[in-house]
């Protein structure tokens, strides 16, 4: 079994203003960056391979937030059996939703990665 990472963001390492600039960069609205602040720590993404977790991380970290990577062991999702998933666009943070249920925010996905709410 290959062993999945994902990338927690935890707060802006330069002012709110330039870290939405470099967010805005890299294709996440100013909106949904003031989600990730207001959630910090949140999970941008999850079940990544190590080199995707770092070029996400990364790109994190160079529009101006800290970002750390941890071993995700607990993701099996059936409805995905596809382990060599394709590398991520940077653009799927436009995808950040927030669980009605128990309010985590969270890359969207088929359900809340913390309650297990099916999304809409
Ligand atoms: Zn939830």
Redesign the pocket.
């Known amino acids: 079994m290959v062993k999945k990472y994902r990338v927690l963001f935890h707060n802006p390492i330069t002012e709110a203003g330039d870290f939405k600039t470099g967010m805005a960069r890299i294709g996440v609205p100013a909106a949904t960056v003031d989600h990730m602040i207001a959630g910090a720590p949140v999970v941008l993404k999850g079940g990544m391979s190590l080199p995707e977790a770092r070029q996400y991380a990364d790109a994190v970290q160079e529009a101006g937030g800290r970002a750390t990577i941890e071993a995700d062991g607990f993701m099996e999702d059936p409805a995905h059996p596809d382990h060599s998933s394709e590398m991520a666009s940077i653009a799927t943070y436009q995808d950040f939703t927030m669980?009605p249920?128990?309010?985590?925010k969270q890359q969207r996905g088929p359900r809340?990665i913390?309650?297990?709410?099916a999304f809409r």
Request: hydrophobic fraction near 30%.
């Open positions: 669980c249920m128990c309010g985590f809340c913390k309650c297990g709410l």
